[in-house]
């Protein structure tokens, strides 16, 4: 319940310094450059194990240290998160570094999660098909 709080928190914080289209872009591009980071690590961690053989001592807690799955559901949010919103860029290469953010915070989401971690990721992919096209129904 403590999270809770404490996203409820932030999100009212950021909403309180967050006001013209200037600090939304930079409050997105730092967003992407600290996901970069985390992927970055994310995949040196799970490169320095043979996964061969599973082994539950071989799961790391991850880069944010809140344990494997919050890693997981993390990377799994703004994954989502940025899919839609790539969907309403318009210049190629900022759409292409889009896309490669999404793949790696994927990437590490398979590295980190659990089955029900991929349900989510389903949902979310299945929420943003339902709402990219609605007028079309």
Request: aromatic share 14%; hydrophobic share 50%; glycine share 6%.
């Amino acid at each position: 319940m403590e999270e809770l709080y404490a996203h409820s928190a932030v999100f009212v914080a950021s909403s309180l310094v967050v006001e013209d289209r200037k600090a939304i872009r930079t409050v997105i591009i730092i967003t992407a450059f600290t996901l970069l980071v985390i992927d970055r690590s994310c995949i040196l961690e799970s490169l320095q194990h043979s996964w061969a053989k599973f082994d539950e001592s071989k799961r790391d807690m991850g880069p944010l240290a809140y344990g494997s799955n919050q890693t997981a559901a993390f990377l799994a949010q703004f994954a989502i998160f940025f899919w839609g919103f790539v969907q309403f860029v318009k210049a190629k290469k900022y759409k292409l570094v889009g896309y490669g953010l999404i793949a790696g915070n994927l990437v590490c989401t398979y590295v980190y999660v659990l089955p029900r971690g991929y349900a989510a990721l389903l949902l979310g992919v299945l929420v943003l098909g339902v709402l990219k096209d609605r007028n079309s129904w």
